[in-house]
């Protein structure tokens, strides 16, 4: 068989990819009665005027009163979702109150949030609207003055969650009606505690980071101590709208409690919710108490500090697929027992209190926490298999396949003494290749495995190195069918060969340049990453320069040998030598092999720099400014 032969055609059907898009074509979702907002893949609220209006039948009402409310547009504007309840303004704000007792069932549909009664309608279809009419029942004693609020959704990515009408009592609430929630935000200052570094490790268990950081210079800090059926805990740290506690039994998203400090235009609050998966649904606080809320460092960093039994079930509430029927399902987490510690922050839903997707990567303890005692745990910004992923690719695309396209290019005629019968550079940049093959194939799993698939926060940074998968794939494959060294495919091969490498190369740059500013990464380690991997990129390319003006020099010099194919070193001499020329053994360039080892020995060190850094930065950095003893003295 001739050996150009031997190339075949590879053809690679990929399936097309499939973003999961989180609407609600059949209604808000039960979680969201409490907040309205829906959630529209972490989409803000317009800050545009509403063009839509709740108007209701009357101003006042009395107990027992029926009102007719309208959703509508004063212009005949279509809107395809909505979400209606009716609230306090004092006392228990979570608390919707009244029954919708008619409502048009074609369009809409009710849930029961922490209630016997209907307390919450939403469209149960995407059917253009332009007016909505429902009837409610006031509640059968007065509870003072009431906001019904609203959520509008004109389409996907534009729709209005602030929306309010003032309902007036027409006889006050009894003071038991309207009583201070166990929950309400007292001011910082009305208490007193000692530094931190008197404290954590002493007196309460405290998780810190970045690690090594002393407790008062910590960038983020939770404290915990436990009484006798209860647990203290305290949350401090650069936040613009919330902090927010997860308690966990493993290090991934999922099956969690929340426990939730915010602050912003609506003022603070504190709330309680579950992870069901990669998303949490806010479920109504009666536990959370004696609860502490403040800024401070200009308004930069929050503090909040509250109390919870130790042993408390959650209430939650799950879709039954198929009927559209609701039931309860507890979930109890008991602190008695240990737990990951999971702290996340960011910013709040626009003019709500709701909190909104953490914009960086939470901070996780690096080991399940005792609650009960009095010790100082550790937290990674980074999990395990996030930290696996990076190494692999920084090692294969930083060391490896530089090394190995440096050898191909510049070394064929110094290193073409033969092992096992082939040339010693062609053993050496085939094992190199195959070694960052299985590495990255092992990197590209890992990451995908451990995120679940697709993340939009990190959607340029996956596509790239998906190009960097599907080209590496391609390289080994077409490795596999390299034609003979006389074939007339043989310069197209090498010329794919040297095309697709490059790329390679290229796309796994950016994609690492990318994955270190994603959003999801600490803002700390942002600049520091993106000025390691510029000047790997710049130190390369000036090595390439080197090696090109190098080799230009031995060729002048009549050093190189005659220039043969660039594999036909794992080929086997032919027999006939009548039509092949004598191959005569050049000598290497000392220059050429200098070169070389110092090539090697600047890449080796400044990876290890570049990963000493890393360490160091990650475990010892602290934040500029007030510290969090200020607060507390």
Known sequence: MESGSKLVLLVFLFNSLEFTVYGFPHGGLYSTCVHLVPHHESQDPSNTPCPYKINPSASNYSPSDEITITLESPNNKVFIGFQIVVQKINGDTEQKVGTFISYPQKYAKSYSWYASTKNCVTHNSKAPKTSIKLVWKAPTESLGDLLIRASFVEEFDTFWANESH??????????????????????????????LDEQCGKTVGCMLWPKLCKPSDCTYVVTYKTGNDFIDFELMGDARGYLSLSISEDVKMGDDETLTCTEGVKGSSIQQGYNPSYYNDWIKNTVLSNVKIARFSGGKKLYCKFRRPLQHTLNLYFQQLGDNKFGPKNRTFDLMRSFYLFLGWGPLYRGTDNMGHHIELPIISTNLVDLQAVSIVRANALSIPVQAHSAMMLITWMLLAGFAMVLSRHYKENLSSEWCGVKSWFQLHRGIMLIAAAMTTASFVLIFIHVDGWRDQASLHAAFGIAVMTLTIFQVLIALFRPGPDSKMRVIFNWYHRISGFLSHACAAVSMMLGVNMSLMPRQMQDWQTKMIGTWIGVHVLWLIVFEILKCRQK???????????????????????????????QPSCSMMVALVLYAVTMLGFFDWCSGFYLYFLMKFTSAGTTYNTILK
């Open 166 to 195: 003032l309902l007036k009592a027409n006889t006050p609430a009894s003071a038991a009606v309207v009583k201070t929630p166990i929950w309400e935000a007292a001011g910082v200052n009305s208490f007193s505690q000692a530094p």
């Open 556 to 586: 002048a010099e009549g050093k190189s040998s005659e220039n043969y194919d660039l594999d036909n070193m794992s080929d086997k001499k032919s027999s006939n030598q009548g039509l092949q020329p004598e191959v005569t053994t050049t």
